[in-house]
């Protein structure tokens, strides 16, 4: 089993990366009952055992569970966010080691976060990805959780992604950047964005866009489909997947819903890593198959159901509802309309218990309905 590592850059990487660890620990958890540390687990996870005292060695390959701590790197260059989840419920998960703060922050200017504060703590920043690498069997690829507007996002996660090609270049590279919003009340943000986005477009094996306002629009036709009674009588509100309930906060904030689903499309894009199945593909086989050209790495996503199934059996009627969806303009984690744009390639990634007759039948129904250069 291959292993990857999770790197949070800024505010908002690490917010995201935080709901992104709950989330998976919750789905191991309602399946993995014995308590038992996995091949599933070990994709994430490493498993410690906290009473021996022999440095870096305490890891346990098998057996039962003793503490899980999380393949993470966790970088800000403002130790609130990074402070507050040390203190929550997920602080077991993580370790000092696995942390590189600031107080100062980089005012959000990129040039701050990218040449002042990589070449600060460049070192550091290398020493910890190393040993984080040295714990997995086979490294499989680095995901990169990083915002476009911020300082420390834009300018230090780009850096992050620099040093990654550096010293791990033979190990994949996906990035999930947060956009900010035409409405951004950052002065700085545009231009932090263009200046980040030449770094990714040269550095990145794959990145997965995503815009603030089509987050605030998932959320409030969530909330409005909630209200009015559309999602049935079966579906509970609680189960949306912009719901923190059964997660480790209590009260939400501002952004724990968009958070949410940021996270959630992680949650699914890592599921044939994390869990066995007979139609699972390799992380790596996204960049693979999807990407034509090596600049030509950034893809469209998008998100569907909009609530937690609670049965594992997908009914077919819903999952021909689920594939229109998916094709949706009201779906899509960036503003796009699938519908008049022109597909180089596609990959649905379907999650439960599904008749792979049914999966083609809706391939080739929602095939002739779409521009695409190769076929669905």
């Known amino acids: 089993m291959t292993q990857s590592i999770v790197v949070q850059v ?27 540390y996995d091949e599933a687990l070990s994709s994430f996870f490493r498993n410690v055992d906290t009473r021996r005292s022999d440095g870096d060695n305490n890891d346990i390959s098998g057996g039962k569970i003793r503490s899980l701590k999380a393949r993470a790197v966790l970088i800000d260059m403002e130790e609130g966010v ?62 990169v959780i990083h915002s476009m507007g911020g300082g420390t996002g834009s300018g230090l996660g780009t850096f992050v992604l620099n040093v990654l090609e550096d010293e791990f270049p033979e190990v994949y590279r996906i990035v ?26 040269e550095h990145a094996d794959c990145v997965l866009p995503i815009e603030n306002q089509s987050l605030v629009d998932i959320v409030n036709k969530i909330k409005h489909m909630s209200h009015s009674g559309k999602l049935g009588a079966e579906i509970k509100q609680s189960s949306t997947i912009i719901s923190g309930q059964g997660g480790v906060k209590g009260q939400e904030k501002p952004f724990d819903a968009m ?7 992680l949650l699914n894009l890592t599921s044939s890593a994390r869990f066995e199945g007979s139609l699972n593909m390799d992380l790596n086989e996204i960049t693979m198959n ?24 997908v009914p077919s009627r819903r999952l021909d509802q689920m594939f229109s969806d998916a094709f949706s303009k ?32 809706n391939i080739e129904r929602n095939a002739s309905s779409l521009q695409s250069i190769m076929g669905l």
Not at 294 to 310: C, F
């Open 259 to 265: 958070n949410n689903i940021v996270a959630n499309m």
């Open 82 to 143: 990074v402070n507050e989840i040390l203190q929550g419920p997920l602080r077991d998960v993580f370790d000092s080691k696995q942390l590189i703060t600031d107080v100062s922050g980089s005012g959000n200017n990129w040039a701050v976060g990218h040449k002042v504060y990589g070449s600060t703590y460049r070192e550091e920043i290398v020493e910890n990805l190393r040993k984080a690498a040295e714990h997995c069997d086979c490294l499989q690829c680095f995901f």
């Open 10 to 36: 800024g505010q908002c990487g690490n917010q995201v990366g935080c709901r992104f660890w709950d989330l998976a620990l919750r789905e191991h958890a309602s399946v993995n009952k014995k308590g038992i």
């Open 290 to 313: 999807l990407v034509p050209f090596p600049n030509l790495h950034y893809l469209v996503s998008s998100l569907t159901p909009l609530y937690t199934l609670a049965d594992v059996n």
């Open 176 to 201: 999930t950047s947060v956009y900010p919003s035409a409405e951004d009340d950052v002065i700085t943000s545009p231009y932090n964005s263009v200046l980040a986005m030449r770094e990714l477009t």
């Open 330 to 361: 009201d779906h899509q984690l960036i503003h796009s309309d699938p519908k008049h744009s022109l597909y180089l390639a596609c990959a649905l990634i379907v999650r439960g218990d599904v008749q792979v007759s049914d999966l083609r039948r």
